[in-house]
């Protein structure tokens, strides 16, 4: 099975300023023969379902802000945020469709 | 304005059997795959199963594979999850989930299923 692993656990940034998540893969998602990175980003917000920001690693999904930016290839991937605003107090997950599907642990970012 | 709707028993006892629904509308429902998943009280998300949009394959994840069965009815746009021999570790809000390739793009806003005595 794929465990995937967020950094860091929780995370508090001042308005305004960048946010940054980590998501690490125990084995490449990256698809050779259409060299699409299965790996999708999801923002869950207190007492709501969780919410498709990013998929193919890097794609935000429509009508996601482009302050939202995914990257990286393989086994390591990033969710970033370019300017922090309040009402993006939430817990991010990681998730891999490369084999089945398995989520990362979660990562609570608040506002410093 | 698409909308997944989940429903389904609040309380059971352990070892009984319950059926979650989830009932879809706004979207293509037969071109979608659907799946359900758990979150567990102040933990994570939890992948339970899938069936795709064709209902010839389903895949479960091993927490529960022999204990859940994942099935639709394109006629009702609803998927369900059948969940046998409960146990109290099966407490958690449960999702349905659609997916048009392999991400999942619309949620629904959960049920919660609580396995207690």
């Known amino acids: 099975d794929i465990v995937m692993t967020q950094s860091p656990d929780s995370l508090a940034v001042s308005l305004g300023e960048r946010a940054t998540i980590n998501c690490k893969s125990s084995?490449?998602?990256?698809?050779?023969?259409?060299?699409?990175?299965?790996l999708a980003w999801y923002q869950q917000k207190p007492g709501q379902p969780p919410k498709l920001l990013i998929y193919?690693?890097?794609t935000r999904q429509s009508g996601v802000p482009d302050r939202f930016s995914g990257s990286g290839s393989g086994t390591d991937f990033t969710l970033s945020i370019s300017s922090l605003q309040a009402e993006d107090v939430a817990v991010y997950y990681c998730?891999?469709?490369?084999?089945?599907?398995?989520f990362g642990q979660g990562t609570k970012l608040e506002i410093k | 304005q698409v909308q997944l709707v989940e429903s389904g028993r609040g309380v059971v006892q352990p070892g009984r059997s319950l059926r979650l629904s989830c009932a879809a509308s706004g979207l293509n429902f037969k071109n979608y795959g659907m799946h359900w998943v758990r979150q567990a009280p102040g933990k994570g998300l939890e992948w339970l199963a899938v069936?795709?949009?064709?209902?010839?394959?389903?895949s479960y994840a091993d927490s529960v594979k022999g204990r859940f069965s994942i099935s639709r009815d394109d006629s009702k746009n609803t998927v369900f999850l059948q969940m046998n021999s409960v146990r109290p570790e099966d407490t958690a809000v449960y999702y349905c989930?659609?997916?048009?390739?392999?991400?999942?793009?619309?949620w629904g806003r959960g049920t919660l299923v609580t396995v207690s005595s």
């Open positions: 989930a659609a997916a048009a390739l392999y991400y999942f793009d619309y």
């Open positions: 193919w690693a890097s």
């Open positions: 998730q891999q469709y490369y084999t089945s599907y398995t």
């Open positions: 084995q490449s998602l990256l698809y050779t023969s259409n060299n699409k990175n299965y």
């Open positions: 069936i795709t949009y064709d209902a010839i394959n389903t």
